[in-house]
């Protein structure tokens, strides 16, 4: 395949690939309507991820009045960091999972099920605490069947070497952020003005309509995300024409840019840790007067309008699949109905409300908000004449990573040393918000296009289980360091502890700059 396809073009490549692994055809913007299958697929599990995780260590700290657990800040931290961290640890056994047993469609469909059973399980925390921690470990296990295959099969819908990658897995992750905004606006609410429980029981239900639009949608991916036999990963995989020296570092590439993504990681998922923090208890977040109606209608735009982006590309997709997919078009479209009605009773709630108090979990939306925003400039821009290498790529979203956390060091200088409670200007953490955005943008989207671009076919599943075994590092570090604000807090202020976290990506940025031209070189053509 790879001598018949290297004298086409991306777009007659990606028909034929297409064409010989029996998917459908259809496009949507250029690219195959089983993209934006997996978009929605992911755009629920997401929300139900970050919607738990929005309320996660706002529910431990706060007081048993409001009936929360009371934990302190480092205990929450802790537990934060291991939940997230062992999330993303266990797709490496997803991954093997599904190249040796299940096959990844069937993998996503089980983790799905799991996932819902957790949610469920965590919506009863007020019947036992045990129920919230059977949940964490029902996500957790569900999670790691789920992830990795997910984004394999993105990967397995284009050529093995094709540009268009990049721009697909920044519309891919466009759905992981769309989920994610949703889930912390939609849970994060409910959660924090209703009760914690009905939080959690609400990212259960989008989890479940997730995986009946994917389970009714199968047929759709043909040969793709079945489970292969070693004939056809050696048919398909056009690595194999290249030396095995050049296979090794193409993998070495893959490892280094992987162990890169733990600093960026460990920085970057202080948004549900000592930023949450930093929202509750040191932003000012009652508002009255002006600033109390402007904000119900940023709200109520930043409500209303991602969702009509979404559903016109729930609209699109229906056109194209709906007479021979009707139950996927079915569910998705039940569970747009559902998100909808909540929307707008949220926005009538907060209209109505006397007293403004924005919730500390709403922040965490701007990061989904920005992504949204932003994924089609950057998908765009991948395409273009500018186009950097992935190490490049990296280098600048740990350092756009870094500048959020400055900004953040700055808007805190005043508040003074050992302070449980400060009103710092909101405007600092939309600011570190879209900087960590930027950075994102330049870094996951990519790193998922690159682990399927360099790996050979027979162990695409194991290195996206290499790569999130490295963002699950990352992620505990999250929760280590994060447990550190009160200690940094008390001896220094929490403006160094900020400035810690910007010194820790830049330097590491740098460094990769540094060693551009060699993982350049071992990636062989890839771009």
């Keep these: 395949m790879a001598n018949k396809t290297t004298s086409l073009s991306q777009d007659q490549a990606l028909d034929l690939h297409l064409q010989e692994n029996g998917v459908e055809t259809q496009k949507i913007i250029n690219h195959p309507v089983g993209l934006f299958v997996l978009f929605f697929t992911e755009m629920w599990e997401r929300f139900s991820y970050y919607g738990m995780r929005?309320?996660?260590?706002?529910?431990?700290?706060?007081?048993?009045?409001?009936?929360?657990?009371?934990?302190?800040?480092?205990?929450?931290?802790?537990?934060?960091?291991?939940?997230?961290?062992?999330?993303?640890?266990?797709?490496?056994?997803?991954?093997?999972?599904?190249?040796?047993?299940?096959?990844?469609?069937?993998?996503?469909?089980?983790?799905?099920?799991?996932?819902?059973?957790?949610?469920?399980?965590?919506?009863?925390?007020?019947?036992?605490?045990?129920?919230?921690?059977?949940?964490?470990?029902?996500?957790?296990t569900g999670n790691g069947l789920f992830k990795p295959n997910i984004?394999?099969?993105?990967?397995?819908?284009?050529?093995?070497?094709?540009?268009?990658?990049?721009?697909?897995?920044?519309?891919?992750?466009m759905g992981i952020n769309s989920g994610a905004f949703l889930g912390i606006l939609m849970c994060g609410y409910v959660g924090e003005k209703v009760g914690w429980h009905w939080g959690f029981g609400l990212a259960g239900v989008f989890m479940f309509f997730g995986m009946l639009q994917f389970y009714f949608a199968q047929k759709l991916f043909g040969k793709l995300g079945g489970k292969t036999t070693q004939a056809q990963n050696d048919k398909s995989d056009q690595n194999e024409t290249l030396p095995k020296k050049a296979i090794n570092q193409r993998l070495w590439v893959v490892g280094i840019l992987s162990i890169f993504t733990i600093f960026f990681w460990m920085i970057f998922e202080q948004a549900g840790g000592s930023m949450t923090i930093f929202a509750k208890d040191y932003t000012l977040r009652i508002l009255s007067g002006n600033p109390a109606i402007?904000?119900?209608?940023?709200?109520?735009?930043?409500?209303?309008?991602?969702?009509?982006?979404?559903?016109?590309?729930?609209i699109a997709l229906a056109k194209k699949i709906s007479t021979k997919y009707p139950l996927t078009i079915l569910f998705t479209a039940i569970s747009f109905v559902i998100i909808w009605g909540?929307?707008?009773?949220?926005?009538?709630?907060?209209?109505?409300?006397?007293?403004?108090?924005?919730?500390?979990?709403?922040?965490?939306?701007?990061?989904?908000?920005?992504?949204?925003?932003?994924?089609?400039?950057?998908?765009?821009?991948?395409?273009?004449?500018?186009?950097?290498?992935?190490?490049i790529k990296f280098g600048f979203g740990l350092i756009f990573v870094g500048l959020g956390f400055a900004g953040l060091?700055?808007?805190?200088?005043?508040?003074?040393?050992?302070?449980?409670?400060?009103?710092?200007?909101?405007?600092?953490l939309i600011f570190a918000y879209f900087f960590h955005t930027v950075g994102e943008l330049c870094v996951s989207p990519v790193g998922l296009s690159y682990v399927s671009k360099l790996t050979p076919a027979r162990l695409v599943g194991l290195m996206f289980g290499v790569w999130f075994t490295c963002t699950a590092i990352g992620n505990k570090l999250a929760g280590v360091t994060s447990g550190l604000i009160d200690k940094i807090n008390a001896q220094y202020s929490i403006s160094i502890f900020f400035v810690i976290l910007t010194v820790i990506p830049?330097?590491?940025?740098?460094?990769?700059?540094?060693?551009?031209?060699?993982?350049?070189?071992?990636?062989?053509?890839?771009?």
């Excluded at 069937?106 to 799991?114: D, E, T």
């Excluded at 984004?151 to 992750?173: C, N, R, W």
């Excluded at 904000?295 to 590309?313: C, E, G, N, Q, R």
């Design 342 to 391: 909540l929307a707008i009773w949220k926005v009538q709630k907060e209209f109505t409300a006397i007293n403004t108090e924005v919730p500390a979990s709403w922040f965490g939306i701007l990061n989904s908000f920005f992504i949204v925003s932003l994924a089609p400039f950057f998908s765009k821009l991948w395409e273009t004449k500018f186009n950097p290498s992935g190490p």
């Design 54 to 140: 929005a309320l996660l260590v706002l529910f431990l700290v706060s007081e048993a009045s409001k009936n929360g657990w009371a934990w302190s800040r480092e205990d929450a931290s802790s537990l934060y960091g291991w939940y997230t961290g062992l999330v993303y640890l266990t797709p490496i056994l997803g991954g093997y999972i599904a190249d040796k047993v299940t096959g990844y469609k069937k993998a996503i469909i089980l983790g799905a099920l799991i996932m819902t059973l957790g949610h469920a399980s965590m919506a009863l925390e007020g019947v036992s605490q045990n129920f919230f921690y059977i949940g964490l470990v029902l996500l957790i």
């Design 506 to 527: 830049i330097i590491a940025g740098l460094i990769l700059f540094l060693l551009n031209p060699i993982l350049k070189k071992w990636m062989h053509g890839v771009h």
């Design 294 to 314: 402007i904000f119900k209608w940023v709200d109520a735009i930043l409500t209303i309008f991602p969702l009509i982006a979404v559903s016109i590309v729930l």
């Design 409 to 428: 060091a700055y808007g805190g200088m005043n508040i003074p040393k050992g302070a449980n409670f400060a009103q710092v200007s909101m405007f600092w």
């Design 151 to 173: 984004s394999s099969i993105v990967g397995q819908l284009y050529p093995a070497i094709s540009d268009k990658k990049d721009a697909a897995y920044t519309i891919f992750y």
